[in-house]
């Protein structure tokens, strides 16, 4: 493709907003080629001093029976971050995963959810 389809966004196929600005990025999911699958996921950006990359950070619950009681668990991700989404520190993000754009870059923040708590769901099963 010609460098010339500044205008028109690409739906990914997940439901998300598609953003309003758009991006030269080429591992933009909208503008550029890149395609995910897999797991989608809810975090808050927690940094994002890095080029092009933010870490998300997903809260989960986990119940733990002795003592009936849940405990948080976090993990955190690192996401590539196109510049059409805007990413901040302290919004709620969506990400996707997608393969692998770096050493530890797997996923791709695809829908910027504003500011504000997170409502943390139970960890799944594994
Ligand atoms: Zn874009």
Do not use: W
């Not at 205008?7 to 953003?19: F, H, T």
């Not at 999911?29 to 940094?47: N, Q």
């Not at 692998?100 to 769901?121: H, Q």
Request: hydrophobic fraction near 35%.
């Amino acid at each position: 493709m010609v460098a010339s389809k500044a205008a028109k966004a690409r739906d990914p196929g997940l439901d998300v907003r598609i953003p309003k600005e758009s991006c030269t990025d080429a591992k933009c999911p909208f503008h550029g080629h890149l395609k995910v699958r897999g797991y989608t996921m809810e975090g808050v950006v927690v940094s994002n001093k890095m080029q092009g990359t933010v870490v998300v950070q997903r809260t989960l619950l986990h119940y733990v029976p002795k003592y009936e009681r849940y405990e948080k668990r976090k993990r955190r991700y690192l996401a590539h971050a196109p510049p059409c989404l805007k990413v901040a520190e302290g919004r709620r993000v969506r990400i996707a995963e997608t393969r692998p754009l770096a050493k530890n870059v797997s996923f791709v923040v695809v829908e910027n959810l504003g500011e504000g708590p997170l409502a943390i769901p139970e960890e799944e099963p594994r």
